[in-house]
């Protein structure tokens, strides 16, 4: 359906268009989105744990997590309010050299992203490994500010970008596709920016 | 993208029927949807505009109206004067036309009055236009919950829904208006000029019959950020705090 009197949009230039999916806009700053105030967590406080429903099965501690192989990834994220940035530049640590320090191949075929003020969302695993996902700590070389989710945030650049959990502090596989915390609101289990899955009705 | 109306699509066509100015930069739309629904207080729409070679710009705008409110949903649009999307309803958009629509959306930042009490909202500029869905929900259940609305503006005439809030206010049912105007020296007893802090917070929480269940802050990121770390530094639990932020 046109819109009577709207002409004058604010097009992508012609080269960037392929690059931006369905009902998103180019947008040159970092907005931030959160479902409550943001937390301050120290890095004397942090950990990571990798976990097997309620099982843990490893945990890290800040240095010890800073100390594991650390990859750059420059990508370009999609927000399901519609904004996509280029070429976000970020570097941490890979899903993949995770699990290689823990000794473990994924055991199940899902996982839930769990952070430290208690948000969680569901990724399948196999949208995790094999390069596609990281736990960042540093953006634009530098460390994560809290408001976009420092001191460590996921990294899933490929799904819309609720699914990289802020002040990510762990890694749970399940057994079935659980619901995190927006997708139990209406938001979407898989979250596709190139087919446009931003709620639960969309197919 | 095709823009041909599908039976699954979840857009659906909602026409313009009226048009009010509220303050120099913000106006109100109501649309009525070609397939009505209800709505809980606090969510929003996504609005989706389409140029005659396709191309499309979508945002999403809060429901300013009550559930209750009937078949038009109401929407406070904020004029940013290079933005692609708002001047467009300020200059353009005119009743009878036709606007894509969907929703309702939004699964979190949400009120129904039995969800209970005591409530503080907290908004910055049109940040207080969900909150707004909520007072108006209250009021037309005539629920009993005390409400603490702090409402920051830049100035008085920018006061959005003002005549109305202040109109709650004065029938003391458990209504509290609390403005503060950051450009403008306050206009009543108890009113603020100064942007919010924790102080504020703890004097508006002082207005509740008993310390808040629930919390509600919208507005720019940067409003969220600052009102939001007030209310943690006046001892509000920060699993009881809603924030819905517009972006930047
Ligand atoms: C859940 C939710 C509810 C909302 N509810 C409301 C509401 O009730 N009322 C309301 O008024 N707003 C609301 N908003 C904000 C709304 O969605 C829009 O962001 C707002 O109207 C601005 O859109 P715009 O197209 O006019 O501006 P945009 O074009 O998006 O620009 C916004 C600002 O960013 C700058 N900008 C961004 N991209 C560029 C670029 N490429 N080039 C130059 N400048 C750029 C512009 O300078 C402008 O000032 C809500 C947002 C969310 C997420």
Known sequence: MVTRGFFSGRRPPSDTDARIPPGQYLEQGFPVLSAGPTPRVRTEDWSFTLKQGPKPLKKWNWAEFNALPQSKMTRDIHCVTAWTKFNTPWQGVMIDDILADAGIEPPTAYTLALSFDGYSTNVPTKDLVTGKAMVALLYEGKPITADHGGPARLLVPHLYFWKSAKWVNGLQFTERDEPGFWELRGYHMYGDPWREQRYSSDP | ?248
């Open chain 2, 1 to 248: 993208m095709s823009s041909e109306p599908s039976p699954q699509s979840p857009w659906q066509a909602a026409t313009i029927a009226r048009i009010e100015k509220r303050t120099p930069r913000v106006t109100s739309f109501w649309f009525k949807p070609s397939r009505p629904f209800t709505h809980l207080a606090g969510q929003h729409v996504d609005i989706r505009l389409t140029a005659p070679d396709g191309y499309q710009a979508r945002r999403s705008y809060s429901i300013a109206s009550a559930p209750q409110a009937g078949a038009a949903v109401e929407l406070a649009i904020e004029r940013l004067d290079d933005g692609e999307v708002s001047p467009f309803f300020h200059d353009v958009a005119a009743v009878g036309d036709e606007i894509e629509l969907r929703g309702p959306l939004g699964g979190h930042f949400i009120w129904e009055d039995s969800d209970g009490g005591p409530i503080l909202l907290v908004g910055g500029g049109s940040g207080v236009v969900p909150l707004m869905a909520m007072v108006r929900h209250r009021t037309q259940r005539n629920a009993a919950v005390p409400v603490a609305l702090v409402f920051s503006a830049r100035v008085w005439d920018e006061v959005i829904f003002r005549d109305e809030l202040i109109g709650l206010d004065d029938r003391r049912d458990g209504f509290d208006l609390v403005l503060t105007l950051t450009r403008e020296p306050a206009r009543r007893p108890a009113d603020y000029s100064r942007r919010v802090d924790a102080h504020m917070m703890a004097q508006a929480i002082e207005r509740l019959p008993k310390a808040p269940r629930l919390a509600y802050v919208c507005g720019s990121n940067a409003f969220v950020s600052a009102a939001a770390q007030a209310l943690i530094d006046a001892d509000v639990p920060a699993g009881i705090i809603r924030t819905e932020r517009y972006g930047v």
